[in-house]
Every structure is written in C-alpha cells, then in structure tokens.
C-alpha cells in the first residue's frame, strides 16, 4: 500500500538540508508517496521549518560515528563517519517498506516501481561492484534490523568507516543471493562513473531515474556566474550540466525564496541572496513564488516561460560569487 511507504533521506547540517529540499522538490513531480527526512542535531530550527513545510515527516536521530579515523583516513574523507546515522532509518517502523536516497540525489523519473524490490535491493558500486553503493536502498524498517546493525558496527565495525562498509558488511549475501536485488545504474547513476564511459552515457543517459552527485563537490558548490549565464562544473562532471542546471533551477524557484538568513552556514549565505531581478521580496512575490511551488510540485512546470533556466539564470545575483 502506497499509504505505508516512503522515501526517506538524512540531513546531517544546514547545508545537506539544501540537498535534502531539492530533492524533496524533485520526487513531488512525480509521486504521491510519504518523504520522511531524518535530521542530526546539528540542523538548526530554521532548517527543519523548512524540510517541515516539503517532507511529511522530519525526525531527529542521534548522530553515530563510527570514530574509525585510521579507516576513514583510506578514503581521504573523514566526515563520512556520523554517515553512519543512517542506519536510523530502520527504526521507521510505521512504514512497510522505505527507499533511501542520499541527500546528493535528484529525481528525474517516476521510480516508484522500486517498491516492488525486497530488502536489500541496491546499485552495485563502481569503485567495487561485489559491493552495493548506500546512496539509494530498497529497505524495510524493522527494530530488529536496527538494533542487529548496531550490535555488527560493535563487533565488526565498518571496512571503510562508513554506513556503506556497514552496510555490506551486514548484507553480505547481497552479490550472490538473489540478483533480483541488483537495481540497474540508472537507479544510482554517480557523475564520475558516466564520465569514464561517455558512449554508455550517450546510449542510455535518457534512461537516467536517480542521479547520484557522489564524492566531495556537490550541486550546491558548483560556481555560477551571474554575467554570462555559465555554470562552472567542477571536476569530470560537464556531461551532467543539464541535471546541475537542473538541480539549480529547483533550487532558485522552489527552495531559495524560502530561506531564511538564521540557517546555518551555506544555506544562510544563499537566504540573502536575491532571484528576484533585484527588487526586494513583499507578500505579493511571496505568494507568487509560493503558486509556482504549488504548481511545480502537480508536476506543471513552465519550461519554455518563467520556469525556463535561462530566466533563473537571469535572477540569480551576482552574490552567489562570493559565496
């Protein structure tokens, strides 16, 4: 039953929540489904007012690091340990059956089918295909599985310091059981994968339903420049810059005007910037921003009128630089 399903995601800061409203804003567009976003306590009140007014349910959940520095450190990437805080998403008992999406996902497609999947069913990982990547996850909630993962993250930590080490290590039947529970690439097709096979990408990009933005550059820090309407893809990533545009123009239309200046960090930064061809914000603006949220989360997005990129690339400020 649609009724006791969701998606579900994590926001770890103020900054993941932007990640988390985006993708929020995207999955609407395409399903009646429950969003259930987990948050740390790092997420200020600011934040969740907004995640409230997307998600149907915000939950706070502890953060748990696995402290695991000398295995963290073969990954270069130290802050993946409080990740580890996703295995909270177990404890959503409510729900029959959850997919899990990280917070540096975008929905371009109606994947619902994936509801049809068991636990575990995921994306094999291209650094490691024997293992699945934990971006996006076909789970059931269970108590039992969540209190069985953290006994395993006591008694056998996590080979790579993370919830995916964990994860694998837990499922471990996963590349042998049933491939049933292999979900195909374009269920979690990451940036860097697509760039190192560009004719696979050319043949069967359309196909695309979830993009994974994967590694330490996320949509959010890709430069835009105001006075030539150009993005400035970091990294192997210029293939993607039709999801980054995107994943702006979600960002412009339908999560910036209600930022407010009392988030945290990044998202406070962007709060102050102005989209609205440099007049300031009043009610009838408000409300006006408000229709269009409305209208593009019933799937009616104006494309080729104000919701066009070209007129968001128009209204973003020149801020946006120094940010």
Same mark, same amino acid.
């Given at each position: 039953?649609?009724?006791?399903?969701?998606?579900?995601?994590?926001?770890?800061?103020?900054?993941?929540?932007?990640?988390?409203?985006?993708?929020?804003?995207?999955?609407?567009?395409?399903?009646?489904?429950?969003?259930?976003?987990?948050?740390?306590?790092?997420?200020t009140p600011?934040?969740?007012?907004?995640?409230?007014?997307?998600?149907?349910?915000?939950?706070?959940?502890?953060?748990?690091?696995?402290?695991?520095?000398?295995?963290?450190?073969?990954?270069?990437?130290?802050?993946?340990?409080?990740?580890?805080?996703?295995?909270?998403?177990?404890?959503?008992?409510?729900?029959?059956?959850?997919?899990?999406?990280?917070?540096?996902?975008?929905?371009?497609?109606?994947?619902?089918?994936?509801?049809?999947?068991?636990?575990?069913?995921? %994306?094999?990982?291209?650094?490691? $295909? &024997? #293992?699945?990547?934990?971006?996006?996850?076909?789970? +059931?909630? *269970?108590? =039992?599985?969540?209190?069985?993962?953290?006994?395993?993250?006591?008694?056998?930590?996590?080979?790579?310091?993370?919830?995916?080490?964990?994860?694998?290590?837990?499922?471990?039947?996963?590349?042998?059981?049933?491939?049933?529970?292999?979900?195909?690439?374009?269920?979690?097709?990451?940036?860097?994968?697509?760039?190192?096979?560009?004719?696979?990408?050319?043949?069967?990009?359309?196909?695309?339903?979830?993009?994974?933005?994967?590694?330490?550059?996320?949509?959010?820090?890709?430069?835009?420049?105001?006075?030539?309407?150009?993005?400035?893809?970091?990294?192997?990533?210029?293939?993607?810059?039709?999801?980054?545009?995107?994943?702006?123009?979600?960002?412009?239309?339908? %999560?910036?005007?209600?930022?407010? $200046? &009392? #988030?945290?960090?990044?998202?406070?930064?962007?709060? +102050?910037? *102005?989209? =609205?061809?440099?007049?300031?914000?009043?009610?009838?603006?408000?409300?006006?921003?408000?229709?269009?949220?409305?209208?593009?989360?019933?799937?009616?997005?104006?494309?080729l009128g104000?919701?066009?990129?070209?007129?968001?690339?128009r209204k973003?400020?020149?801020?946006?630089?120094?940010?």
């Open positions: 039953m649609a009724e006791d399903q969701a998606y579900v995601t994590l926001a770890t800061d103020d900054t993941y929540g932007l990640g988390a409203l985006v993708l929020a804003h995207s999955l609407k567009r395409f399903t009646n489904r429950k969003l259930v976003v987990l948050v740390s306590p790092n997420v600011h934040m969740r007012s907004q995640l409230s007014s997307v998600f149907d349910e915000v939950r706070e959940v502890n953060v748990l690091d696995s402290k695991d520095e000398a295995r963290l450190a073969l990954m270069a990437r130290p802050e993946l340990g409080v990740t580890l805080t996703k295995i909270h998403c177990w404890c959503l008992t409510h729900y029959s059956k959850a997919v899990f999406l990280d917070a540096d996902t975008l929905v371009v497609q109606n994947c619902d089918e994936l509801f049809d999947r068991e636990e575990l069913s995921a %994306v094999a990982d291209v650094g490691w $295909p &024997d #293992c699945f990547n934990s971006g996006v996850f076909v789970f +059931r909630p *269970s108590e =039992e599985t969540f209190r069985a993962l953290l006994n395993h993250a006591r008694e056998h930590g996590s080979f790579d310091g993370g919830d995916q080490g964990l994860l694998n290590s837990y499922f471990s039947d996963w590349r042998t059981k049933d491939i049933s529970r292999h979900l195909s690439f374009i269920y979690n097709m990451n940036s860097n994968a697509s760039y190192t096979y560009l004719p696979a990408y050319k043949q069967f990009g359309s196909d695309v339903k979830i993009i994974h933005f994967l590694g330490p550059v996320k949509p959010w820090m890709h430069r835009y420049h105001p006075g030539t309407g150009r993005l400035d893809v970091f990294g192997d990533c210029r293939h993607l810059e039709e999801h980054l545009r995107l994943w702006w123009n979600i960002f412009a239309t339908q %999560v910036q005007p209600f930022l407010q $200046p &009392d #988030c945290a960090g990044l998202a406070g930064a962007l709060s +102050r910037v *102005s989209l =609205e061809e440099g007049e300031g914000r009043t009610p009838e603006t408000a409300a006006s921003s408000q229709a269009r949220r409305h209208a593009w989360e019933r799937g009616q997005i104006d494309y104000s919701d066009a990129f070209s007129n968001i690339e973003l400020d020149a801020a946006i630089d120094g940010v």
